[in-house]
């Protein structure tokens, strides 16, 4: 016995060792962020979802849908999508889970290139089971899109609303891009269904923006700001304000208005680029950091980027309509080669998907020596909310399942109880409706005899 034991002993040690011998740090500002490699051997991560799960939900351009454990690294395959064509640029691409996924609607939605008399693009939904780890019935929610082995895209966004934005790349097919009958060189707005919103900027059509080059970031912040970043070509990679109805001047104005440009600019409706970069970086995935863990990125937009090899961070103004700082703080420069996704935690760990073309990773940022400043603040942590904001339902996760009843309790601004539920013994999961609730700042408790939780929530 004392021998087993000194020998998981030596094994536990060797592995402490190693990931430690992985492990950098850089600084930013005052704070001193570690990056250690979490997953290895993947092939091109292209998305990385934080999910409602607590795992990082992931997709690889040929084909693989995961879900990674964010503390071991351990790589979970749900599906091999069977149609997806990998060539050269293309393949399995961007994805996004229903607001309700862990509730009412668990579904994913994933868009990717495949063979149909030549390479198109579509997106199509999965319906997971939970209890099986398992994704099926798929739905084709729009198809046929003209597509080439370079300049596909594409990334998914879901608001508020329900309607999901859709990236669509100009295929190599400049002209495209201006043309409001084309699909190509387009930000898409559809219904959950696939149908067109009857209030698109342009009624009958799906095209919700559109002169786009090669978006390849898509996110929306909780002030309901959109922002894109996109390819250029020899010149002006882009960071973009997406505004609906808005022109984005490719392939007739790469990056602001300038000279003979801004006749077009005028007449065209033009919304030029909150930020340019030339030489061009290859400006990838974006994410909205905004927790205390690392104070110097709060407010910021981070972003991924492939032929230069660093991560950008971009400090947003108080409107959230210009960049901050003259010269946006680059950080990871030529560490891990091309980087192509990232996704931020609740705890304000930052998790970075490389790009490098075979035995990719995934790599943790964290400060590892931020604390929570209370206990309670550690324990509110501890409580599952998602998602935050919210529509129409919020579930509510227990670290563990209670011995005895609990309440839940939603109290708005003034403090008043508006919603209220129970969690049985040996529950650990509730769902909350919010139907007939205002769009505002909440507080949701949870307690028993022996614990209490509360958590901001913003219900849209």
Wanted: charged share 15%; proline share 7%.
């Amino acid at each position: 016995m004392k021998t087993l034991a000194a020998s998981l002993l030596l094994v536990s040690s060797l592995l402490t060792t190693a990931a430690s011998a992985q492990t950098i740090t850089f600084p930013v500002g005052s704070t001193t962020v570690s990056a250690t490699p979490l997953a290895t051997g993947l092939n091109i991560p292209w998305e990385l979802i934080w999910g409602p799960d607590d795992f990082i939900w992931m997709t690889e351009r040929g084909g693989r849908i995961s879900r990674v454990n964010p503390t071991t690294g351990q790589v979970l395959p749900l599906l091999n999508v069977p149609d997806v064509a990998p060539t050269g640029e293309s393949g399995l691409l961007g994805m996004v889970l229903h607001p309700d996924f862990a509730t009412t609607s668990p579904y994913l939605y994933i868009v990717y290139n495949y063979n149909d008399n030549g390479l198109k693009e579509k997106v199509v939904r999965y319906t997971y089971n939970a209890a099986t780890t398992s994704l099926s019935a798929p739905l084709v929610l729009l198809g046929n899109i003209t597509s080439t082995t370079t300049h596909s895209g594409s990334r998914l966004l879901i608001l508020p609303d329900r309607t999901l934005l859709m990236t669509t790349g100009d295929a190599q097919l400049r002209s495209d891009s201006q043309n409001p009958a084309s699909l190509n060189g387009k930000i898409l707005r559809m219904n959950l269904d696939g149908s067109i919103p009857a209030d698109n900027p342009t009624p009958g059509s799906r095209v919700y923006t559109l002169g786009h080059r090669n978006a390849q970031g898509l996110v929306r912040l909780p002030s309901g700001r959109i922002y894109s970043s996109e390819h250029g070509e020899n010149s002006d990679d882009e960071l973009n304000l997406i505004e609906p109805g808005r022109n984005y001047g490719w392939p007739n104005v790469p990056g602001k208005c300038d000279g003979s440009e801004t006749a077009f600019c005028a007449a065209n409706n033009v919304r030029e680029p909150l930020f340019i970069w030339t030489p061009t970086l290859a400006v990838a995935g974006l994410t909205y950091y905004d927790s205390p863990a690392i104070p110097e990125w709060r407010g910021s937009l981070l972003m991924a980027t492939l032929k230069a090899s660093r991560l950008v961070q971009l400090p947003l103004n108080a409107a959230g309509d210009a960049i901050s700082t003259v010269t946006p703080p680059e950080f990871l420069i030529n560490r891990y080669g091309r980087l192509r996704a990232l996704c931020v935690s609740p705890a304000g760990r930052v998790y970075v998907a490389t790009s490098n073309g075979g035995n990719d990773q995934i790599v943790t940022l964290e400060n590892r020596g931020f604390v929570l400043s209370t206990k309670s603040e550690a324990r509110n942590v501890a409580l599952g909310l998602w998602p935050n904001p919210a529509r129409q339902t919020v579930a509510l996760r227990l670290p563990a399942a209670p011995t005895s009843a609990t309440s839940a309790t939603i109290h708005d601004a003034l403090g008043r109880v508006v919603r209220t539920a129970r969690f049985a013994p040996q529950q650990a999961e509730l769902n909350l409706s919010l139907a007939g609730l205002r769009a505002g700042v909440y507080v949701v408790q949870v307690r028993n005899a022996t614990e209490q939780y509360a958590r901001r929530l913003v219900i849209e």
